[in-house]
């Protein structure tokens, strides 16, 4: 039974309830291992190191530097795991591939399922490529190289080849036999797939409806309801959402004819749709798809400049349309004290409805089925936080500057504003997914533009129009 110091030395979880950095490496462990890199203390180093999850050592190496990197890797020899690899982010996987003996690497690498290969393999260079397959096996080399034929981020990248089937007229005690008896079987599986005399699964059976059910009955009686096939060449973002939607452990995947030729499972499935919620976060903040703290400053400003180059188009755009409200301006100085609250809160508004809209077309919510009930919301929901909002500040605004036409100026704007931001907020990524551009990677920059132009034109101009 371990105490809560051996918790922390470990990195393990503290029970403590709502601690937020449950599950996260204790500084103290952090600090305790590079001290024995620095000793040059092996046996101290594997001590501390054993006890972590592969997960936990992929975050350590992700944290420390680059040469605190080195050396620990160095160090820690023999001991390095396989699994570490195919945790870590792809920037300090290829630095740490580098860093491995080769034979430390081809040990590593013979640990792990295909798919982990795959992944491991399908982004590195040629030579990185033959050394890491020239460490396997025979016929797991082939295997790999085969799901390397397939399209990148298709299904048939995405699944492991260890499969357990069995003929779809065998009974539960033929396959528990087999079981038994076979000498190579997945590390993990949760399904047997019954498969027809051309290989073509057909159902799936679980391993507690199996150990659940006496010897004489037929495997296909106690198959699952709900059974799923895989095309080998189905995008991972749509595995993803079929494991989510109708709520799989694994599902077989077939080639083009049809036949068994792998096998998907929920670990996999879930680490794509985490991948692809936060390729979505990443796009709408307009800073690349793959960037992550390991990056290069180089790698990290190349993705991030463009779009500010068109941020900087766009507030242009709005400083354009302010300029033809200079004369306004000059005469009513409140008025620019007062353009940037109009113009913050409309690109909130719009933000708000934009992550909804993004995230609902990413998930399959949105529709062109409920599209139009959807936007009718928003526009009402804008036009209510307009009301709610534009009374208090136009009563400030009044008592503020002594100009009560002022205050209903800018609070007629607010309303405006919202209204227009809650709108193009959703209108913008359904139009955009509509002509086929990614809603994430483009909406921000143009609902950004409609709220800053309408938001100052709406305000400048009955500021013109009421009080000069």
């Given at each position: 039974?371990?105490?809560?110091?051996?918790?922390?030395?470990?990195?393990?979880?503290?029970e403590?309830?709502?601690?937020?950095?449950?599950?996260?490496?204790?500084?103290?462990?952090?600090?305790?291992?590079?001290?024995?890199?620095?000793?040059?203390?092996?046996?101290?180093?594997?001590?501390?190191?054993?006890?972590?999850?592969a997960?936990?050592?992929?975050?350590?190496?992700?944290?420390?530097?680059?040469?605190?990197?080195?050396?620990?890797?160095?160090?820690?020899?023999?001991?390095?795991?396989?699994?570490?690899?195919?945790?870590?982010e792809?920037?300090?996987?290829?630095?740490?591939?580098?860093?491995?003996?080769?034979?430390?690497?081809?040990?590593?690498?013979?640990?792990?399922?295909?798919?982990?290969?795959?992944?491991?393999?399908?982004?590195?260079?040629?030579?990185?490529?033959?050394?890491?397959?020239?460490?396997?096996?025979?016929?797991?080399?082939l295997?790999?190289?085969?799901?390397?034929?397939?399209?990148?981020?298709?299904?048939?990248?995405?699944?492991?080849?260890?499969?357990?089937?069995?003929?779809?007229?065998?009974?539960?005690?033929?396959?528990?036999?087999?079981l038994?008896?076979?000498?190579?079987?997945?590390?993990?599986?949760?399904?047997?797939?019954?498969?027809?005399?051309?290989?073509?699964?057909?159902?799936?059976?679980t391993?507690g409806?199996?150990?659940?059910?006496?010897?004489?009955?037929?495997?296909?009686?106690?198959?699952?309801?709900?059974?799923?096939?895989?095309?080998?060449?189905?995008?991972?973002?749509?595995?993803?959402y079929?494991?989510?939607?109708?709520?799989?452990?694994?599902?077989?995947?077939?080639?083009?004819?049809?036949?068994?030729?792998?096998?998907?499972?929920?670990?996999?499935?879930?680490?794509?749709?985490?991948?692809?919620?936060?390729?979505?976060?990443?796009?709408?903040?307009?800073?690349?798809?793959?960037?992550?703290?390991?990056?290069?400053?180089?790698?990290?400003?190349?993705?991030?400049?463009?779009?500010?180059?068109?941020?900087?188009?766009?507030?242009?755009?709005?400083?354009?349309?302010?300029a033809?409200?200079?004369?306004?301006?000059?005469?009513?100085?409140?008025?620019?004290?007062?353009?940037?609250?109009?113009?913050?809160?409309?690109?909130?508004?719009?933000?708000?409805?934009?992550?909804?809209?993004?995230?609902?077309?990413?998930?399959?919510?949105?529709?062109?089925?409920?599209?139009?009930?959807?936007?009718?919301?928003?526009?009402?929901?804008?036009?209510?936080?307009?009301?709610?909002?534009?009374?208090?500040?136009?009563?400030?605004?009044?008592?503020?500057?002594?100009?009560?036409?002022?205050?209903?100026?800018?609070?007629?704007?607010?309303?405006?504003?919202?209204?227009?931001?809650?709108?193009?907020?959703?209108?913008v990524?359904?139009?955009?997914?509509?002509?086929?551009?990614?809603?994430?990677?483009?909406?921000?920059?143009?609902?950004?533009?409609?709220?800053?132009?309408?938001?100052f034109?709406?305000?400048?101009?009955?500021?013109?129009?009421?009080?000069?």
């Amino acid at each position: 039974m371990s105490t809560a110091d051996d918790q922390a030395e470990t990195g393990t979880p503290q029970e403590d309830g709502g601690n937020e950095r449950a599950y996260a490496l204790d500084r103290r462990a952090i600090a305790a291992i590079l001290y024995a890199v620095d000793i040059d203390d092996r046996d101290k180093l594997i001590e501390l190191m054993e006890p972590l999850h592969a997960a936990d050592i992929a975050d350590l190496l992700e944290q420390i530097n680059a040469y605190d990197r080195a050396r620990l890797i160095r160090l820690y020899g023999q001991e390095f795991d396989g699994e570490i690899l195919s945790e870590l982010e792809e920037g300090v996987r290829e630095e740490v591939i580098h860093l491995l003996h080769p034979q430390v690497l081809a040990e590593a690498v013979r640990e792990l399922d295909s798919d982990d290969v795959v992944d491991l393999v399908e982004d590195l260079e040629g030579p990185q490529q033959e050394a890491i397959l020239g460490a396997l096996e025979a016929s797991d080399r082939l295997a790999v190289q085969q799901a390397l034929t397939y399209p990148e981020n298709s299904a048939g990248r995405l699944m492991q080849r260890e499969v357990v089937f069995a003929p779809e007229h065998w009974n539960v005690g033929q396959a528990i036999d087999f079981l038994r008896g076979s000498e190579e079987l997945p590390e993990q599986f949760y399904h047997i797939v019954l498969v027809d005399p051309r290989m073509r699964p057909v159902a799936n059976v679980t391993l507690g409806k199996l150990m659940g059910s006496r010897r004489e009955v037929a495997l296909k009686d106690i198959a699952e309801e709900m059974f799923q096939v895989i095309p080998a060449d189905q995008d991972e973002a749509d595995v993803a959402y079929a494991f989510n939607q109708y709520h799989l452990i694994s599902a077989p995947v077939v080639d083009g004819d049809g036949r068994l030729v792998g096998v998907i499972t929920i670990d996999d499935a879930m680490i794509v749709l985490d991948e692809e919620n936060e390729e979505d976060i990443l796009r709408l903040a307009g800073v690349g798809e793959e960037s992550s703290l390991s990056d290069r400053v180089i790698d990290t400003t190349k993705r991030r400049i463009p779009w500010l180059v068109v941020n900087l188009g766009t507030a242009a755009l709005a400083a354009l349309v302010i300029a033809q409200f200079e004369h306004t301006i000059a005469v009513l100085v409140a008025l620019a004290v007062l353009m940037p609250i109009v113009a913050s809160m409309g690109g909130n508004a719009g933000t708000q409805s934009l992550t909804v809209a993004v995230r609902a077309i990413a998930t399959r919510d949105l529709t062109r089925a409920n599209a139009w009930r959807v936007i009718r919301r928003e526009m009402l929901v804008g036009l209510m936080n307009g009301l709610t909002l534009a009374i208090p500040l136009g009563v400030m605004t009044g008592l503020i500057f002594g100009t009560p036409l002022l205050g209903a100026v800018i609070g007629a704007a607010l309303i405006i504003n919202l209204f227009v931001a809650a709108l193009s907020g959703v209108a913008v990524p359904i139009l955009l997914d509509k002509i086929g551009v990614d809603p994430a990677l483009a909406s921000g920059v143009f609902v950004t533009t409609v709220t800053d132009v309408v938001g100052f034109f709406a305000f400048l101009g009955l500021a013109t129009v009421v009080l000069l």
